[in-house]
């Protein structure tokens, strides 16, 4: 598959309408940007819908593997999510289905997928590869996802179950196989299937062999992901020795601090949102505990809540000082990732 193949089936989801709203979002951001007054024109055009909240594993910095959420455990409802679409369809043309939690717990996740394609919406998950045999892999490519990311923290079982507590390496390689397998039988191009590696202390020295491994197997694309670590101030042993794969750097005072300053703007804040599985909005995918909810989809129309006062007093909040916002302060916007 040509490394243009996904692009280029992200913009075959364009419309007329959805290419105005774009011109719309961009023109309101930079504007204020510049002027340091929160002005919002068009709808957002991705959003992330959170399938559940259940986990498997208990990765340590995962507040969903490590079952440390204050709010409640859940998955999303199929006549919810059809609400949301219905309110969403016409400027959205891109839908994350992952927020917290693993996809594939959900019964009928597919369903989700199936219900975003019929409105002409190109979809992508992100999954740690535990519930795909080869007959969930064939009906993952019937479905039409255009995108699954693998994570792939691991070579050995050793290194992979450092960070993926309570997870098999083998049962990772077994599904990647499957869906390879299954793309190949039915001829389709999707979904483009990634290997996601997230490079922490342990397992940095195997990143030279997951790209081996992924052009061995006939994966679409690698990438190296850095780790968002709650505790990084003195340091944290998940934080890599080689500071190129690292969101953190080390001060002369012998600290560490985010490596990349994105200022007093966010992009995000115009052009996405995030659905939890209840129908909650928040922000973006870095309030994991939906701790800042700006409005409810069961309570209000997402068009209401995108234009709300709440929202847009966020918007300004960024503009203004965005050091003070709790979930901006190990965010990540602008980090590198390697492909």
């Not at 598959?1 to 105005?20: A, C, E, G, Y």
């Not at 709203?21 to 055009?45: D, E, I, M």
């Not at 990311?149 to 993926?164: A, K, M, V």
């Amino acid at each position: 598959m040509s490394k243009f193949s996904d692009p280029i089936n992200i913009i075959r989801h364009l419309s007329l309408s959805r290419v105005w709203n774009l011109v719309l979002l961009r023109s309101s951001y930079y504007l204020s940007r510049s002027t340091r007054k929160a002005k919002q024109w068009g709808l957002p055009f991705s959003l992330s819908i959170e399938p559940t909240t259940a986990c498997n594993l208990g990765c340590p910095e995962c507040p969903s593997g490590l079952k440390e959420f204050t709010r409640p455990t859940g998955k999303l409802d199929l006549h919810l999510h059809r609400k949301m679409l219905s309110q969403v369809k016409n400027s959205v043309f891109y839908i994350n289905y992952y927020f917290q939690g693993e996809p594939f717990l959900h019964p009928q996740f597919l369903e989700l997928i199936k219900d975003a394609k019929k409105e002409r919406i190109y979809t992508s998950t992100s999954t740690n590869g535990h519930f795909i045999d080869a007959k969930k892999a064939a009906e993952i490519i019937d479905s039409g996802l255009d995108r699954l990311i693998i994570s792939i923290d691991g070579l050995t079982q050793e290194t992979y179950e450092n960070y993926r507590v309570h997870g098999e390496l083998s049962k990772v390689i077994s599904a990647t196989k499957h869906l390879l397998a299954a793309k190949k039988e039915s001829g389709s191009s999707t979904p483009h299937l990634i290997f996601q590696f997230l490079a922490v202390q342990p397992n940095e020295h195997e990143i030279p062999a997951v790209f081996s491994l992924g052009k061995e197997m006939g994966i679409d694309e690698v990438r190296i992901k850095t780790a968002q670590l709650y505790d990084f101030k003195n340091g944290n042993p998940l934080m890599p020795h080689d500071e190129s794969y690292s969101r953190y750097k080390l001060q002369a005072d012998g600290t560490y601090a985010l490596k990349f300053k994105t200022g007093n703007h966010c992009w995000r804040m115009w052009s996405g949102s995030v659905l939890t599985w209840d129908g909650k909005v928040v922000p973006c995918c870095f309030d994991k505990d939906a701790r800042h909810v700006l409005g409810s989809i069961e309570q209000a129309d997402f068009k209401e809540v995108w234009r709300d006062q709440r929202y847009q007093a966020f918007r300004q909040a960024i503009l203004t000082d965005r050091s003070k916002i709790s979930i901006c302060q190990n965010c990540s916007e602008g980090a590198k990732v390697w492909a």
